[in-house]
């Protein structure tokens, strides 16, 4: 498929290490680093970040990084030895992961959500642990009790 005259294909590829390659283009500068940590420094300037806007009829992809934390398993690995499945604690929930709002008129501009294909089958009540997640402004589950 074919984003702004660009064929897909060029906007990434795969590294001989597994990592993906970035590819700017479309932002139609070839001074904008491919280097995401120069990247972050180049747009940290206003006057390079207000040369650019997000457009709503691309898709657009972010990184995310934490060192115990595993998207692809949904767990958290603390070591080798020991992980948990973090599937039973959002009970088919997804993991919220950032947000961002304009002050001046304090419209969302977005929200993501992380999701897993297994918290989509997942469907069992809360467990013991669910009533330290519950705030003290909504029910409380006591035990035995299921919320519908």
Excluded: C
């Amino acid at each position: 498929e074919d984003i702004g005259g660009i064929p897909e294909s060029h906007f990434y590829g795969v590294g001989e290490d597994g990592d993906i390659i970035e590819n700017t283009i479309l932002l139609g500068d070839v001074e904008v680093p491919q280097d995401g940590l120069a990247r972050r420094k180049y747009f940290s300037k206003n006057s390079n970040l207000a040369k650019y806007h997000f457009e709503t009829d691309f898709v657009y992809t972010f990184d995310f990084f934490s060192n115990f934390f595993v998207p692809s398993r949904y767990r958290l690995e603390l070591t080798p030895f020991f992980s948990i499945d973090l599937i039973p604690y959002f009970n088919g929930y997804p993991l919220f992961m950032s947000m961002a709002k304009e002050k001046a008129s304090g419209k969302y501009l977005w929200a993501t959500e992380m999701w897993h294909k297994r918290l989509l089958s997942h469907d069992e009540p809360p467990g013991r642990m669910a009533k330290f997640f519950v705030s003290d402004s909504s029910s409380s589950l006591e035990d035995g009790d299921t919320e519908n």
